[in-house]
């Protein structure tokens, strides 16, 4: 069971996958979020989305902790672990299955990349569809036949079933809460294709697991990268579907290296661990981070 807050508060969160070190963007992005909450008379809570299996190392979640408490970010209420809440994803992904929503995907990576059809969406290329077209007893023997398959959302379906939908964008800086801040977009989930929302290694999706998590934690308002904004559109689209409600987005600019690349977690020396290790003030870090003055070479991406 998720702690659940009373709804009147104003809730943010930070949801780091522990594939890597956190950098100098992380901590960035995790003030940000919680400073939001905190001058809000709010809640800053802390998700670990940790259910890539092949990626997702326990010394990583030891690592988060660590990093961020050194620079100063502390969390409301237990942390959550993805891993601890498969059986809610089953249960969204069972409702949408019996909605008629989803279809297995027996697709290889290579299957998709070779399809001349394969348009490309934001997030990369947009699934062409071969598995929709399946006649449903294939589908079926397939599966029970243990072939490894993915699940996948009919987009246009879905679209047909929530007709038009919008979301609630804040400006960056967060500046308040006062109704007008924001402005709302259409969400056009339809460009990110069949997404999959069950993987062939992992029991749930990106999509799926954060939409209900962030729905379940009683987030109000997700503070997230500029990266995220595509996927903004799909969750949307799955809180319509799965009765959940909409926070407010606001998606911050990323923060470029020196060759103006997004910051990853392969470049090890802007890691927090390195600075802290380095001997790094962290009450300094963290006050030039608020304030927009980011480590040598480091900047924020352009619009
Ligand atoms: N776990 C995602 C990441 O580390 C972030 C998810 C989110 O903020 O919605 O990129």
């Known amino acids: 069971m998720i702690q659940s807050f009373s709804p009147q508060h104003v809730v943010t969160r930070f949801a780091p996958s522990p594939t890597g070190k956190l950098h100098v963007g992380h901590g960035w992005s995790a003030l940000l979020a919680m400073d939001f909450a905190r001058a809000n008379g709010g809640l800053f809570r802390l998700r670990i989305e940790d259910i890539d299996g092949t990626r997702s190392r326990p010394e990583h979640v030891a690592g988060i902790a660590e990093d961020l408490n050194w620079l100063g970010v502390t969390w409301d209420g237990e942390l959550v672990f993805q891993s601890e809440r498969l059986v809610h994803y089953d249960a969204a992904l069972e409702r949408l299955r019996h909605m008629?929503?989803?279809?297995?995907?027996?697709?290889?990576?290579?299957?998709?990349?070779?399809?001349?059809?394969?348009?490309?969406?934001?997030?990369?290329?947009?699934?062409?569809?071969?598995?929709?077209?399946?006649?449903?007893?294939?589908?079926?023997?397939?599966?029970?036949?243990?072939?490894?398959?993915?699940?996948?959302?009919?987009?246009?379906k879905a679209i047909a079933t929530t007709g038009e939908l919008h979301w609630e964008s804040a400006p960056?800086?967060?500046?308040?809460?006062?109704?007008?801040?924001?402005?709302?977009?259409?969400?056009?989930?339809?460009?990110?294709?069949?997404?999959?929302?069950?993987?062939?290694?992992?029991?749930?999706?990106?999509h799926l697991s954060c939409t209900l998590d962030d729905a379940a934690m009683g987030v109000t308002h997700v503070l997230r990268g500029d990266d995220l904004f595509a996927a903004t559109h799909v969750h949307r689209l799955l809180q319509a579907l799965l009765d959940l409600p909409t926070p407010v987005y606001c998606h911050h600019p990323l923060l470029v290296g020196a060759d103006g690349r997004r910051l990853a977690k392969r470049?090890?020396?802007?890691?927090?661990?390195?600075?802290?290790?380095?001997?790094?003030?962290?009450a300094v870090l963290a006050a030039d981070l608020r304030g927009g003055r980011f480590p040598v070479g480091i900047s924020l991406a352009r619009a």
């Open 100 to 156: 008629g929503l989803l279809y297995p995907c027996f697709c290889t990576r290579a299957d998709i990349a070779a399809s001349a059809s394969a348009p490309h969406g934001p997030e990369g290329p947009v699934y062409p569809g071969t598995c929709r077209a399946l006649p449903s007893p294939e589908r079926e023997r397939r599966v029970a036949a243990g072939e490894p398959h993915a699940w996948r959302l009919d987009m246009a």
């Open 172 to 206: 960056f800086p967060p500046l308040g809460l006062s109704a007008g801040d924001g402005w709302m977009i259409e969400a056009e989930p339809q460009t990110a294709g069949d997404v999959v929302l069950a993987r062939k290694d992992a029991p749930a999706s990106y």
């Open 267 to 282: 470049d090890g020396s802007i890691a927090l661990a390195d600075l802290r290790a380095q001997g790094t003030d962290p």
